[in-house]
């Protein structure tokens, strides 16, 4: 059997063992979705969104790149965003990393990986500003860790800094921006308590007033 083959295959597998377990399951995730979270994770293979959090289809809104990176210009990042707040109205978005991230190893190297430089640019800078911190830290894998961990706080920033955030807090539509990190080793996920619920938590240069 062909590879693409065995993913139709897995697909049915798949299929029916949810309607063994519930026969109305498709006919409900049918109608609208309604999440209460907006996940931002890594692209990584080894990350899977929804069974990590043991979530259904319909129970969390994905969006997935290179080193779960929130940058202001990327309007595909900015879009899932702004449907998943204006228009799902989620609670809560939660910015997930992981340790031994290959995209954060990567911006901590002079090594060059193409047009994914550019996009790791904003790490390399988070890794620079932070050197001095990070080389009191003598073995390899856990100051790598460390500044998968700083690269998550950096996005919850970015989250929080943006208008789509902002400007539901000003309607006073509830919405909290976490911080988590994910152990590939043992699976298991991390609060790095860098929670934002509202403006009075981000610097006042950031703080954006009322449309």
């Known amino acids: 059997m062909s590879d693409l083959k065995q993913l139709f ?29 907006l996940w ?7 990350v899977p969104a929804d069974e990590i959090v043991g979530l ?8 997935r790149n290179v080193a779960n990176v929130v940058l202001h210009t990327d309007l595909n990042c900015l879009s899932v965003m ?18 031994g991230c290959g995209g954060v190893k990567a911006a901590m190297s002079n090594q060059q990986l193409g047009l994914s430089d550019g996009w790791l640019h904003s790490i390399r800078d988070l890794y620079y500003q932070q050197r001095e911190r990070l080389r009191l830290i003598e073995d390899d894998e856990v100051r790598l860790d460390r500044m998968c961990e700083m690269n998550v706080m950096r996005q919850v920033a970015n989250v929080s800094h943006t208008s789509i955030v902002q400007n539901a807090w000003h309607r006073g539509q509830p919405l909290s921006v976490h911080g988590f990190i994910y152990g590939i080793k043992d699976g ?10 509202g ?7 950031y703080r954006l007033g009322p449309p």
């Not at 597998?13 to 049918?30: N, Q, R, S, V």
């Not at 931002?40 to 080894?46: E, H, T």
């Not at 702004?82 to 340790?99: E, N, R, S």
């Open 9 to 37: 295959a897995n697909n049915r597998e798949w299929a029916e063992a949810i309607k063994l377990e519930d026969p109305d399951f498709f006919t409900k995730l049918d109608g609208q979705q309604a999440p209460q979270y």
């Open 40 to 46: 931002i994770g890594c692209a990584d293979s080894r």
């Open 56 to 63: 259904l289809p319909g129970e969390l809104f994905v969006h």
């Open 82 to 99: 702004q449907f998943a707040v204006d228009v799902l109205k989620v609670k809560h978005i939660i910015v997930t990393g992981h340790h």
């Open 188 to 197: 298991h996920l991390k609060d790095l308590d860098v929670t934002v619920t």
């Open 199 to 205: 403006p009075e938590q981000i610097p006042e240069q």
